[in-house]
Nanobody
Framework: QVQLRESGGGLVQAGDSVRLSCAASGRIFSGYVMAWFRQAPGKEREFVADIKWSSTRTNYADSARGRFTISRDNVQNMVYLQMNSLEPEDTAVYYC????????????WGQGTQVTVSS
């Protein structure tokens, strides 16, 4: 059973940078995909970025590409989301998620961390 816990959110100003962290505990296999999602007030949860546990291949939403970077540390069982040039539109609860490569949907979620970007 994999458990995820996010940290690193807070209140920042437009243009600032924030790094979110996701600590994964339990049995993380090489066949896992780790991702970040976010949910803004009144909106549906949306995909931000993902990375395979066993490779450096990454995918980004258009809104994140060029400003956000997802990375992982297999030794520490951590996943990170470096967010630069933050905009008020990035205000949301950010969630870490995991799935196996054989599972189409993400089935393990953290509790989320709030990021608020003021203008």
């Amino acid at each position: 059973q994999v458990q995820l816990r996010e940290s690193g959110g807070g209140l920042v100003q437009a243009g600032d940078s924030v790094r979110l962290s996701c600590a994964a505990s339990g049995r993380i296999f090489s066949g896992y995909v780790m991702a970040w999602f976010r949910q803004a007030p009144g909106k549906e949860r949306e995909f931000v970025a993902d990375i395979k546990w066993s490779s450096t291949r990454t995918n980004y939403a258009d809104s994140a590409r060029g400003r956000f970077t997802i990375s992982r540390d297999n030794v520490q069982n951590m996943v990170y989301l470096q967010m630069n040039s933050l905009e008020p539109e990035d205000t949301a609860v950010y969630y870490c998620a995991a799935r196996s490569l054989t599972t189409p949907a993400y089935d393990t979620w953290g509790q989320g961390t709030q990021v608020t970007v003021s203008s």
